[in-house]
Nanobody, 127 residues
């Protein structure tokens, strides 16, 4: 059973940057399609960004340009770099991974696609 461990959350001011990390323990992160999702208090979990093993990336509308996903295979880690943070970015951020293959990246935007989830890390952006 794969375990994903997230870190990097915290309390920041509006306009600040933050980088979240998600590390896999059993398989190389390069083997997984990965996704970042977030859930604000009282709201449903929503997509932030997903990336296939081939590097194709899909960002939720409005987040591209401020959020960037990247991988460091040597560290078995995927990152979410967030810049110019806004109070509405406040949420618990989750990483997710799957070994499933789909030809269309849209299939990776669904939460049900993912077999493994991290525990979540809180990001709070103060105004």
């Amino acid at each position: 059973q794969e375990q994903l461990v997230e870190s990097g959350g915290g309390l920041v001011q509006a306009g600040d940057s933050l980088r979240l990390s998600c590390s896999a323990s059993r398989r190389g992160i390069r083997e997984y399609a990965v996704g970042w999702f977030r859930q604000a208090l009282g709201k449903e979990r929503e997509l932030v960004v997903v990336q296939t093993t081939g590097g194709t990336t899909y960002y939720e509308e409005g987040l591209k340009g401020r959020f960037t996903i990247s991988r460091e295979n040597a560290r078995n880690t995927v990152y979410l770099q967030m810049s110019n943070l806004k109070p509405e970015d406040t949420a618990v951020y989750y990483c997710a991974a799957t070994l499933r293959y789909y030809a269309d990246i849209v299939d990776y935007t669904r939460m049900g696609t993912y077999d493994y989830w991290g525990q979540g890390t809180q990001v709070t952006v103060a105004s």
